[in-house]
């Protein structure tokens, strides 16, 4: 398998993948595409949102393949293969920054259903936690690089992730308490 490619794909590459997994009907061409991007405002955002419809659609080929019951060592030699694929395994600095980018993908959605009364304290603590590990990824992928390396910057990092995981326990020990009450009840 190849590493991954220096330059974006297209927006025809991009809707030839997701033909070829049955998620694109339209006709693929770049009058089609100038037309949606159009309709959407900006050929970046459409490209976005095309790339993410893909990546939604590997992801979940992604969960099926990684339940197939394979051996962990398989299971772990598959993981590196997309990292590597990714450029991720390039340094350590962009391994770092890619896993952050992967928590905050992760941070968004949890963000969203903590909202809602009926989701309880624990979707927000794991927001708040995959916010703290977002900030220290950040500070570790910037001391991987020193010449770049921002003691105020760390500290900010830090601080930030610190309170986060404070939030993170707040929430956890709501839901204790409730748990307790509960079991008081019953």
């Known amino acids: 398998m190849k590493k991954r ?11 030839t993948a997701m ?18 991007a ?22 979940a ?17 598959a993981h590196e293969q997309a990292l590597q694929t990714a450029g991720a395994k390039d340094t350590p ?14 941070a968004g959605p949890l963000r969203q259903i903590s909202q809602s ?22 500070v570790t992928a910037s001391g991987q690089n020193l010449s770049q390396f921002d003691p105020h910057q760390m500290t900010a990092d830090l601080k930030t992730a610190r309170q986060a995981l404070v939030n993170s326990l707040a929430n956890l020990d709501i839901m204790l308490d409730l748990i307790d009450q509960i079991e008081d009840v019953v």
């Open 19 to 36: 033909q070829a997994l049955g998620l694109y009907n339209g006709q693929n061409t770049e009058a089609e595409h100038k037309a949606e």
């Open 117 to 138: 009364k009926e989701a309880g304290p624990i979707p927000l603590a794991a927001a708040h936690a995959a916010e703290a590990l977002q900030n220290i990824l950040s």
């Open 61 to 77: 080929e992604a969960l099926h393949a990684d339940s197939s019951g394979v051996e962990f060592d398989q299971l772990s030699a």
């Open 93 to 106: 600095e962009k391994l770092l920054s890619f896993l952050r980018w992967r928590t905050l993908r992760i």
């Open 38 to 59: 159009a309709r959407l405002g900006s050929e970046t955002y459409y490209s976005m949102l095309l790339i993410n419809a893909l990546l939604g659609a590997v992801e």
């Open 5 to 15: 490619k220096e330059t974006p794909s297209t927006v025809i590459q991009i809707a």
